[in-house]
């Protein structure tokens, strides 16, 4: 320091670097010795002393991880997941519409009303809940919150996103005339025959038609305003869900009037009738009955021989 003496350190680090000099030691380690004591004469200051003094009482501040890859994802907090409750079990909106309004995946939605409903389970039992455990994990966490009939809601993470096909990484040579207007779906048809376009894959195509709808792209050519676009939106999404929930209902009653019950008190016996013929040439197809158990695989049986005896 100018005006004074050196710190004592500081003086111990200068001797410890003479020191070093005259020690033989392999070329490998010279290096990771010579960081180590540069890294302590940095926090010898007043930095350092900062970063090792005691912490003081009060709120602590929430300094975020220059790295991203160890910087945490951020969560809904309290409000939000209430919201999120209310407006799928109070108002009676769809999950998507949901989903798009706030940001949030369709997934995480569902996941947020059933962990609601058993939390407000447990709360009319009069079970305790560990809220302070809760409120001390949301507090080292970034969190997402939305305040009702607010204009700046932030989306929480993407909801549209859609996963890479293992068709779409091969490397394809299509020859395709300048004329010709070639679009997504196109593209999926020449990786397969049966692959949809990402229009159709993604978990919010109601969203794709609602933009096209705002910049005149619909059918009809005409224009809409966002508010009209939204309520648009809502209205074809709320028509989807129904239509999945009806297809489950269809499927479900088709399986329970295949199945014969008989009940015996203690016990409930299931039948139903199954077709021989749907465990395939090999017997093992996934549509027969005992695929799973019944048949073993062949690297599970004695005397298969596992190693390739040819190259073809």
């Not at 180590?36 to 009060?58: F, K, S």
């Not at 108002?91 to 059933?114: F, N, Q, T, Y």
């Not at 695989?297 to 596992?306: E, H, P, S, T, Y």
């Amino acid at each position: 320091m100018p005006g004074g003496s050196p710190p004592t350190d500081l003086l111990l680090i200068l001797l410890f670097l003479n020191l070093f000099r005259r020690i033989s030691l392999p070329p490998v380690l010279r290096p990771l010795v010579t960081t180590r004591v540069l890294l302590h004469a940095r926090g010898a200051g007043q930095e350092g002393a900062a970063a090792h003094a005691p912490l003081a009482p009060g709120p602590r501040v929430q300094v975020q991880e220059p790295r991203p890859e160890l910087r945490a994802d951020p969560v809904l907090d309290e409000e939000a997941r209430e919201l999120v409750w209310s407006k799928i079990v109070e108002r009676g909106e769809s999950i998507k519409a949901v989903s798009a309004e706030l940001g949030i995946d369709m997934r995480r939605v569902a996941a947020v009303v059933r962990l609601k409903e058993v939390e407000k389970g447990w709360i009319a039992q009069g079970k305790p809940l560990a809220k302070p455990y809760a409120k001390a994990v949301l507090a080292m966490l970034p969190k997402t919150s939305f305040r009702e009939g607010s204009d700046e809601m932030r989306p929480h993470e993407p909801i549209n996103e859609i996963h890479v096909h293992g068709l779409t990484m091969q490397q394809l040579f299509l020859p395709v005339p300048e004329t010709r207007y070639f679009t997504r779906h196109d593209a999926a048809k020449a990786f397969h025959s049966g692959m949809l376009s990402p229009d159709k894959r993604v978990p919010h195509p109601e969203l794709i038609e609602m933009e096209r709808a705002i910049v005149g792209g619909a059918e009809g050519g005409k224009k809409t305003t966002p508010a009209q676009a939204f309520a648009d939106f809502k209205a074809a999404a709320e028509r989807s869900e129904r239509k999945v929930a009806e297809r489950e209902a269809r499927r479900s009653a088709a399986e329970e009037a295949a199945t014969r019950k008989v009940d015996r008190g203690r016990f409930e016996f299931r039948f139903r009738d199954v077709n021989s013929e749907l465990v395939g040439k090999d017997g093992k197809s996934h549509r027969g009955v005992g695929w799973r158990y019944g048949v073993p695989l062949n690297d599970r049986k004695k005397g298969q021989v596992k190693i390739p005896l040819s190259v073809e």
